[in-house]
């Protein structure tokens, strides 16, 4: 082997090097690219829909990991693009969010992998080796270039199709409503839906999501509005405000893999906006966990925690930290506390559900009663929303910084 093979068999190495490092903390660089993405280039969509925001991730992360590869292996890999960055291009012409809102994310998630990329290549010593950088630049460059006309192809297709389509035209009419905006007596006609009514929102996610809907059986009128592939906006609307009764049968169980989000029953064209935002807010908790039903009024005061995370951890902190200094870090005396006040605080019902005795569980909240300082009764209403809160903000979804996802090495710090 000559001395040219030998350099750019080094330089293989070297590169594969960069990738492997990268790739060894793929999750937290997953997390600073979108974290950037968001403070660089905010939109509203997010907000208004979470799985909108849930396709940006995932978006971020495939993306990622197809740029790994193809610095990995050069010029000669091919693939196509991934379906979570189509998928997304086509959600965000559903949503309404300007193709060059689009593709100014790339740019920046671009720009963000670049820094990464050239920290862990002064990592590995490699900074200097102009082989290796021209590589993963040049490589990022037509890469950028790739999925730009790719993500802007299906996104025009999104919108030329959205042209001709009744239902788009009806989706972006109920979206001028949303946003308080008028329309004409025939554009309401054509929705077929009373406003001076009581109404209560649903929003219905997941592959079945119409057809889960459909199968609701109640005797109002429904306004169902596809707002993407999984997800469907609904209201259900009659001259009588539904019971409590009426409210614990709307559901979709019949429906595998639909979760169904519920605001509360309200009236008027205001009580149609509002209780479609909190069906939204009950949304933020049930694409970030296992519940497949969940109502605002279950959630109603976890949501100004749940908007503002750093406010909601302090006061998880504030009554739960005592319980940190135990050997498992707490994790047995909150499932413990949790058991007790979900059973309305009987002993014998929260024994069975723990598989423990009366005396084994009597002795536990003796315990957590002196690690906390207080009787259990004193702050039962702020034990059970800072219980609530520790589930919610502990999942993964729930962390939107990440600084410095490289900070562990310590050539990085």
């Known amino acids: 082997m000559n001395g040219t093979a030998n350099g750019r068999a080094r330089s293989i190495e070297s590169v594969r090097a960069v990738v492997g490092g990268l790739r060894a903390h793929r999750d937290e660089i997953a997390q600073a690219i979108y974290a950037r993405i968001q403070e660089a280039v905010p939109d509203t969509a997010g907000g208004r829909d979470p799985t909108y925001d849930a396709g940006v991730r995932a978006a971020v992360t495939a993306v ?89 192809h299906e996104y025009d297709q999104e919108r030329e199709r959205m042209v001709c389509s009744p239902e788009q035209r009806r989706v972006e009419l109920v979206c001028r409503l949303l946003d308080g905006e008028t329309a004409s007596r025939s554009e309401l006609a054509d929705l077929g839906y009373r406003f001076d009514a009581w109404h209560v929102g649903l929003i219905a996610t997941g592959s079945r999501a119409r057809a889960a809907l459909e199968n609701l059986k109640a005797d109002r009128q429904l306004l169902p509005v596809p707002h993407s592939e999984e997800t469907v906006w609904a209201w259900l609307g009659g001259r009588r405000r539904l019971t409590q009764a009426d409210m614990g ?35 933020q908790v049930a694409v970030t966990g296992p519940q497949t ?27 739960l930290s005592p319980l940190d200094n135990q050997k498992d870090g707490g994790a ?55 219980l609530r809160l520790h589930d919610a903000l502990e999942r993964p979804e729930m962390h939107t910084t990440a600084p410095n996802p490289l900070s562990g090495l310590p050539t990085l710090a």
């Open 64 to 152: 990622l990991d197809y740029c790994l590869a193809a610095i990995e292996y050069g010029p000669a890999w091919s693939a196509p693009i991934p379906v979570e960055a189509t998928a997304q291009a086509r959600r965000a012409a559903r949503a309404g969010v300007s193709v060059g809102t689009v593709l100014r994310r790339y740019f920046v998630g671009y720009r963000r992998l670049g820094e990464l990329a050239a920290e862990e290549t002064a990592r590995l010593s490699l900074a200097s080796n102009e082989a290796v950088l021209h590589h993963i630049r040049s490589t990022q460059d037509a890469l950028l270039e790739h999925l730009n006309a790719a993500v802007e």
């Open 332 to 386: 047995g005396a909150r499932q413990t506390l949790r058991a007790y006040l979900e059973t309305d605080r009987n002993v014998s019902s929260a024994a069975r559900r723990l598989g423990i005795n009366r005396r084994t569980l009597t002795n536990r909240l003796n315990n957590i009663e002196e690690s906390l300082g207080y009787k259990l009764d004193v702050r039962k209403s702020e034990l059970e929303v800072a």
């Open 249 to 283: 049968c709307i559901h979709v169980d019949r429906e595998p893999g639909v979760s169904l989000a519920i605001g509360e029953p309200a009236t008027g064209i205001e009580g149609w906006r509002q209780t479609h935002q909190q069906a939204q807010q009950a949304l």
């Open 293 to 319: 039903r969940i109502r605002y009024a279950d959630i109603a005061l976890l949501t100004p925690w749940l908007e503002a995370p750093d406010r909601g951890r302090a006061l998880v902190e504030l009554y």
